[in-house]
């Protein structure tokens, strides 16, 4: 048996039962990293030994305890943005190069106690900054589906390593679209969470408003065994909320007869690669074949989003961002007085997109211009929160591409700071409106996957898992690369 | 001396910073202690480490709310926490998690007094608002700029502080000195905070401008001038006074006041410029994103209000209505375990002036002298109760009790038990006391005949020769009445 074909549900029943080792599972993903890195770049740092050792617990302990844990033995790629006590965290940025947490994220906590084992840190756009991982400090990471493309941001090395199958199953944080937008890119599954449902404690945090950790996975199913683990309410999370968590993988198959989907007319056509469009409509059209009504919908204000989104997450950043300033813990660059001391320290450490976002933030925030763009901002956020909510009172869930295009060339975009911001537009808005949203692959077109967006009302995480494996069911996938390289 | 501007009004607002005394910090579960070893009481998120999030403490709100409901101000249910932003290295995050427009508490008013404890004004306060406090430096030299290095000790920075801002309506130094010492007596009441203005743990910044009489504008519009980190009462009525005249002077001149902060040098009692306009902070405050509004249930408000111990304006009238000088009452009044252990003494004894004269006077002296308060006085107010009872009951002189209390104090003994071991009791039985009258008269014969002859002074003598002959324990005022007594007889023919 090949261990890398186990989906997370069955590895981890398999380890429950003995019938294969937790150990033996870490190795057979750590040969598989060792083949896929020279060629992907998913992981900034892998931690075999901690992995190792983490396996070996597990192996040892008794059957009692073992039968506790829903994700035994498998193996989790955590986005290096989320803070693990004892490993080096640079959030892909020179400023934190070094740095140890003495501390661990909440859903690291949450991760470890349901028995998985954390393989390593996944690279990223700096401070998740980005929508295609090559604003990371140290490297590019590479579409595992074709290695001249990127795999999508920010959550590109989480993405990445799912896809190449150096990792089960991945942690990644969506801002804007940081989860879903790679997922789509990579296909794989990637699921925002409701704002609230998933506890932030430890995410090191880029817009605090916006910001969600959410699961990256092969399947469906795998993504709601995750989320089931992560999500929860946290006393160290005053944002997280105190929603009962259903078992998302036990309902995941209880059918959704007549579900209506509302397909946004604001989110195809212009803007939309023909290709990305068509892909998407034929999984409609397949998923109305199935019995799901398509109702047609506006969203009004979503012309306004990508704008409304580049005034409120730079704020927030500039202002997240202040902490790095060479005093306590990171780079710290030689300087004769303080304010050389930050200017030295913040210029050296940061890079070209995070300091064009904090200048933008800092001046949206700034005395005469507040009013005029932070608060203007906050209002479109109700006017776009105030769209899905009208829609929901007809629909179920709304349905649109995740991407307006397929991966794109490395270096393609990365000198057009407005174009490569458009890679958001059809995710921003759930952030925007706090909402769930799923990405999953609806087809395949020139060999690149497609993701087909779900967006649900407010902890509707559930109904979301169960309309994904719809259209999961009706979409036929190739093989995973890391099949065909094995072929 | 209060300064002062002729053909101007003096504009004064002050904003007063006071760290709440709670068990954690306001974002965290570290200790809020003062005088540990630097940096000891730190955790990942008053340290500012990436990832973290603050958790509000509620012993915080409900101590913040109770000052405000203690202040007469309004508690909004809804109140929201905004991020106040600059750099400096005391200040972990880059901003400090402060309340900007919707503060917790808002639109109080409290009373002022004169150091005799008389009524002088009303002062509007506008608001107060719960936030953090930030750590400290201590420079390896003398200041920032050429010292060879700086220590950030992180201990203070998440400690709750309020910061209570009152209407500008305060007038000379003075008043400024009074409005503190109010303030300071009523948060002392609510157990708040240690309110030691030397440590740090209350703290005050003023604004002054002057208006120029018939001044129609808003006061917005006048140039004003904040001075910061006053650390004493004393320093803030010194720095407003310097400062008056300072602007005053430059007016007369017909230069203009510019709108900055400066800072108070204690040693030449002068104020110097800190920062002008240009280099204001732009402190760029935006609603704190990491946490909810803060909602209050209105029973909760109203409970806390309910809850409140009576207040220094209540307890000052009750003191006058209970026969105590304004001056007596006012100096009690500052001190809320002085209230509690006259309270308690006056209930045990029956009469409150005594038990004030002798808590204001011997008492007062000895916990001086003893470094001690009213809450640890080694006499206990039942105690002093005795005391004053053994005087009425004419077992002790005045003068006897003073030796008494002195004892009690020293040893912590009961007035029953130190009047037994001292033996000091008073002969008040008649018949004990006449026979030594008699025999003082009998002996003094010529001074008997002065006193006869008019001489009033003539009696403090022959009282004084009694008191001798009775080692001071004779009752005083039965020695004065049986004297004037046998000494109005008539003259008894000698040898008859
Ligand atoms: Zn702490």
């Known amino acids: 048996m090949n261990l890398l074909e186990l989906g997370a549900a069955a590895l981890a029943a398999a380890v429950r039962e003995g019938e294969v080792s937790a150990r033996q599972a870490v190795e057979a993903y750590i040969q598989q990293v060792q083949a896929s890195e020279p060629t992907v770049g998913a992981y900034l740092r892998l931690d075999e030994a901690g992995a190792r050792e983490q396996a070996e617990r597990i192996d040892q302990a008794s059957w009692e305890e073992r039968r506790r844990w829903p994700l035994a033995g498998v193996p989790v790629a955590v986005k290096d943005n989320i803070v693990m006590e004892g490993m080096e965290t640079t959030a892909g940025s020179k400023i934190l190069s070094g740095w140890v947490p003495p501390y661990s994220a909440t859903v690291v906590e949450r991760l470890v106690a349901a028995g998985a084992i954390i393989l390593g840190k996944t690279n990223l756009d700096e401070f998740a900054m980005g929508s295609s991982t090559e604003f990371s400090a140290y490297h590019p990471t590479y579409n595992p589906w074709d290695p001249g493309r990127v795999p999508g941001g920010s959550s590109g090395g989480s993405a990445a390593a799912v896809a190449a199958g150096s990792a089960l199953v991945a942690l990644g944080s969506d801002t804007g679209g940081s989860i879903r937008q790679p997922a789509a890119y990579c296909g794989v599954v990637g699921l925002k969470p409701t704002y609230g449902r998933v506890s932030r404690y430890g995410l090191i945090a880029f817009a605090s408003s916006l910001d969600q950790i959410g699961p990256l996975a092969r399947t469906v199913e795998d993504a709601a065994l995750l989320l089931e683990v992560l999500a929860g309410v946290d006393a160290k999370d005053a944002t997280s909320v105190d929603e009962p968590v259903p078992p998302y993988r036990q309902h995941l198959d209880q059918p959704l007869p007549g579900l209506r989907i509302g397909v946004p007319a604001e989110y195809f056509g212009e803007g939309i690669d023909p290709v990305v469009q068509r892909t998407v409509e034929a999984a409609l059209q397949r998923l109305a074949a199935g019995g799901a009504q398509l109702v047609p919908i506006s969203l009004p204000h979503t012309p306004y989003a990508i704008a409304t989104y580049y005034l409120i997450a730079p704020a927030e950043a500039s202002s997240n961002l202040a902490r790095y300033d060479g005093i306590r813990f990171g780079l710290r660059q030689p300087a004769s007085d303080l304010t050389q001391l930050y200017e030295s320290t913040r210029a050296a450490g940061f890079g070209v997109e995070v300091k064009r976002r904090i200048l933008l933030g800092t001046h949206v925030l700034s005395a005469g211009y507040y009013d005029a763009y932070y608060l203007r901002a906050e209002k479109v956020r109700t006017l776009i929160r105030q769209d899905f909510e009208q829609a929901f009172a007809h629909v179920d869930v709304v349905a649109t591409p995740t991407t307006p295009d397929l991966p794109f060339p490395l270096g393609s975009r990365s000198d057009d700071p407005l174009r490569m911001y458009l890679s958001d537009v059809c995710t921003v808005t759930s952030n925007l409106a706090g909402l769930p949203a799923i990405s999953v692959p609806c087809g395949w077109a020139e060999g690149l996957p497609v993701g087909l967006q779900l967006i649900g009302p407010a902890f509707s995480e559930d109904l979301l898992l169960r309309a994904a494996r719809m259209v999961e069911a009706v979409t036929e996938r190739p093989r995973w690369p890391w099949q065909r390289e094995e072929a | ?496």
């Open chain 2, 1 to 496: 001396m209060a300064a002062k501007a002729v053909g101007y009004d003096v504009i004064i607002g002050l904003e007063v910073h006071v760290e709440l005394k709670t068990r954690t910090k306001l974002f965290c579960g570290c200790e809020n202690r003062f005088g540990a070893p630097p940096n000891s009481l730190t955790c990942p998120v008053c340290l500012g480490l990436p990832g973290v999030l603050p958790v509000l403490n509620q012993e915080a709100v409900a101590k913040a709310a109770r000052a405000g409901l203690a202040l007469g101000c309004t508690v909004r249910e809804i109140s929201k926490f905004d991020r106040k932003q600059y750099f400096y290295p005391d200040l972990p995050k880059g901003y400090q998690i402060s309340q900007y427009d919707q503060p917790l508490c808002e639109h109080g008013q409290l009373a002022i007094y004169d150091g005799r404890g008389n009524y002088v004004k009303t002062v509007r306060i506008r608001r107060i608002h719960l936030e953090e406090d930030a750590g400290k430096l201590n420079h390896l030299g003398q200041r920032l700029s050429d010292a060879a290095g700086s220590l950030v000790d992180l201990n203070r920075a998440g400690v709750p502080l309020i910061e209570i801002v009152s209407e500008p309506d305060l007038s000379s130094g003075e008043e400024a000195r009074w409005y503190l010492n109010a303030l300071r007596t009523v948060l002392s009441y609510l157990d708040i905070s240690d309110l030691r203005m030397e440590e740090g743990s209350m703290r005050c910044d003023a604004n002054v401008s002057l208006r120029p009489h018939g001044w129609a504008g808003s006061l917005g519009d006048l140039p004003r001038v904040e001075i910061k980190n006053l650390n004493s009462l004393r320093n803030v009525e010194r720095a407003i006074d310097y400062e008056v005249e300072r602007q005053a002077t430059r007016l007369a001149q017909g230069l203009k006041i510019e709108l900055e902060t400066r800072g108070f040098d204690d040693v030449s009692g002068r104020t110097y410029s800190q920062r002008s306009k240009e280099e204001a902070h732009d402190y760029r405050y935006f609603p704190e994103p990491d946490l909810p509004p803060l909602r209050l249930e209105a029973a909760q408000i109203a409970a806390w209000a309910k809850a409140l111990p009576p207040l220094p304006d209540r307890v000052r009238e009750e003191l006058k209505a209970a026969g105590l000088e304004a001056k007596d009452a006012e100096i009690l009044v500052q001190d809320p375990s002085a209230v509690a252990y006259f309270r308690a003494a006056w209930e045990a004894y029956g009469k409150a002036v005594p038990v004030a004269n002798w808590m204001l006077s011997d008492l007062a002296r000895l916990l001086n002298a003893a470094k001690r308060g009213y809450g640890d006085a080694p006499v206990p107010p039942a105690e002093l109760a005795a005391l004053l009872t053994q005087i009425d009951r004419g077992v002790l002189s005045g003068r006897m009790a003073k030796e008494v209390l002195e004892a009690m104090f020293e040893r912590g003994e009961s007035a029953e038990a130190a009047i037994r071991r001292l033996g000091v009791s008073q002969i008040s039985d008649e018949g004990r006391i006449r026979q030594e009258v008699e025999a003082v008269i009998g002996e003094h014969a010529k001074v008997v005949e002065d006193f006869r002859a008019g001489k009033e002074k003539a009696l403090a003598f022959l009282v004084g020769q009694v008191m001798k002959r009775t080692r001071g324990q004779a009752n005083p005022e039965v020695v004065n009445r049986l004297l004037r007594e046998l000494l109005s007889e008539p003259v008894r023919p000698s040898g008859s």
